[in-house]
């Protein structure tokens, strides 16, 4: 049975600091990409950034320089760390593993079959 559990949501302070991570289960993890994507009230859900299998990265522009995607191969594990957050940065973020998307010989995201429960990030003062 997959899983993919996230975990480290919250509140804090903009300007702030959060981490995230995903423990996944139930399929080898290794060779999917894998990806946090977030929602905001009323919005669309939008892809925040991607790690392909073998380590290539994806950014959205508006995070781009303030936000880092990781994963432990070992531990089954993706992480997003979240620097200088920003109010617009609140929504529900949602972790998801899948097949690897490249553009024009760039990887561009994922495509993906997997779906985490999602966490709360809430950036206020």
């Known amino acids: 049975q997959v899983q993919l559990v996230e975990s480290g949501g919250g509140l804090v302070q903009p300007g702030g600091s959060l981490r995230v991570s995903c423990a996944a289960s139930g399929f080898r993890f290794g060779r999917y990409a894998m990806g946090w994507y977030r929602q905001a009230p009323g919005k669309e859900r939008e892809l925040v950034a991607a790690?392909?299998?073998?380590?290539?990265?994806y950014y959205a522009d508006s995070v781009k320089g303030r936000f880092t995607i990781s994963r432990d191969n070992a531990k089954n594990t993706a992480y997003l760390q979240m620097n200088s957050l920003k109010p617009e940065d609140t929504a529900v973020y949602y972790c998801?593993?899948?097949?690897?998307?490249?553009?024009?010989?760039?990887?561009?995201?994922?495509?993906?079959?997997?779906w985490g429960q999602g966490t709360q990030v809430t950036v206020s003062s």
């Open positions: 998801a593993a899948g097949k690897e998307q490249w553009t024009d010989y760039v990887f561009s995201g994922l495509s993906a079959n997997y």
């Open positions: 790690i392909s299998s073998a380590g290539w990265l």
